[in-house]
């Protein structure tokens, strides 16, 4: 790192430390912990995801900035309470890597990319167990933080690991028409008795159980669940605010419409873009 980049950092951490102060700081970072910081934390990464998604470098680089500064954020609280500092965080994860990458850093082979990950997992399953950890699954190590669909396929991952997996997509795609039957029947028990928690419970289960087989599905079709969800949304998005502006210029508004007249808008603005195509 150039001077420059030294210097940068010992900004960020002498701001960050400012912002932090009793005497004169900022009321809003003082009465912050890391409870109420979390949520800014993982919109943050999601910004980032985002400026990737739609090529923006400009933003990027400013999203990168205020992801680095949750790490800034999360490490001063700790250092106030004498748990730890920036400098270790940034410690801990150099010899991370190194420890992570002996065909890099040491005389390790590796034969390719495959290899590496499994080499990359049983370097973790080793640090586990240094922590004292004896959870002895190959489910071992998936996260309860991060998001669940992220969650679900590393799940479907470690247990394809051990042979547990569907042998393609096909299958997959069967499993699907089955879950969406049973999400139709307890739509349908649900409908029967609004007032019954079982049912309710009992839907909200089949749904899940629909979501999982769904992220399997694009886990057999190398397709990224959460790029395919974010296309999507913004799909939707991008139809909607069309529908928007096509009801405003003939003088009216979708709330002030029936649903047909909205489908039939909808309908128009999927007609346009594929006449663009």
């Given at each position: 790192?150039s001077?420059r980049?030294?210097?940068?950092?010992?900004?960020?951490?002498?701001?960050?430390?400012r912002?932090?102060?009793?005497?004169?700081g900022?009321?809003w970072?003082l009465?912050?912990?890391?409870?109420s910081?979390?949520p800014?934390?993982?919109?943050?990464?999601?910004?980032?995801a985002d400026a990737?998604d739609?090529g923006?470098?400009?933003g990027?680089?400013?999203e990168?900035?205020?992801?680095?500064?949750?790490?800034?954020?999360h490490?001063?609280?700790?250092?106030?309470a004498?748990?730890?500092?920036?400098h270790?965080?940034?410690?801990?994860?150099?010899?991370?890597?190194?420890?992570?990458h002996?065909?890099v850093?040491?005389?390790a082979?590796?034969?390719?990319?495959?290899?590496?990950?499994?080499q990359?997992e049983?370097?973790?399953?080793?640090?586990r167990?240094?922590r004292?950890?004896?959870?002895?699954?190959?489910?071992a190590?998936?996260?309860?933080?991060m998001?669940?669909w992220?969650?679900?396929?590393?799940l479907?991952?470690?247990?394809?690991?051990t042979?547990?997996?569907?042998p393609?997509?096909?299958?997959?795609i069967?499993k699907?028409?089955?879950?969406?039957g049973?999400?139709?029947?307890e739509?349908?028990?649900?409908?029967?008795?609004?007032?019954?928690?079982?049912?309710?419970?009992r839907?909200e289960?089949?749904?899940?159980d629909?979501?999982f087989?769904?992220?399997?599905?694009a886990?057999?079709?190398?397709?990224?669940?959460g790029?395919?969800?974010?296309?999507?949304?913004?799909?939707?998005?991008r139809?909607?605010?069309a529908?928007e502006a096509l009801?405003?210029?003939?003088?009216?508004?979708?709330?002030?419409?029936?649903?047909?007249?909205?489908?039939?808008?909808?309908?128009?603005v999927k007609?346009?873009?594929?006449r663009?195509?």
């Amino acid at each position: 790192m150039s001077s420059r980049g030294h210097r940068d950092i010992r900004r960020l951490l002498d701001i960050m430390a400012r912002l932090r102060d009793p005497e004169g700081g900022c009321p809003w970072d003082l009465e912050q912990d890391f409870a109420s910081i979390a949520p800014f934390t993982i919109e943050e990464a999601y910004e980032v995801a985002d400026a990737i998604d739609r090529g923006d470098m400009d933003g990027l680089r400013e999203e990168l900035g205020d992801l680095l500064l949750q790490v800034v954020f999360h490490s001063r609280m700790a250092e106030e309470a004498g748990h730890f500092a920036f400098h270790d965080v940034v410690a801990a994860i150099c010899d991370k890597m190194v420890s992570r990458h002996p065909h890099v850093f040491g005389d390790a082979d590796v034969e390719d990319a495959a290899a590496q990950t499994r080499q990359w997992e049983e370097h973790k399953r080793r640090e586990r167990e240094a922590r004292g950890e004896r959870d002895a699954s190959a489910l071992a190590g998936v996260s309860r933080g991060m998001p669940e669909w992220l969650r679900a396929v590393k799940l479907q991952d470690r247990a394809a690991r051990t042979g547990f997996d569907w042998p393609g997509p096909e299958p997959v795609i069967d499993k699907l028409c089955e879950e969406i039957g049973e999400v139709r029947a307890e739509l349908d028990a649900v409908d029967a008795d609004p007032g019954d928690p079982a049912a309710r419970g009992r839907l909200e289960e089949e749904i899940g159980d629909l979501l999982f087989v769904t992220a399997n599905l694009a886990r057999h079709a190398r397709v990224d669940v959460g790029s395919a969800l974010r296309r999507a949304n913004l799909k939707f998005e991008r139809r909607f605010r069309a529908m928007e502006a096509l009801a405003a210029a003939e003088g009216t508004s979708l709330p002030a419409l029936p649903l047909e007249a909205q489908e039939a808008y909808w309908a128009r603005v999927k007609r346009e873009e594929g006449r663009r195509r």
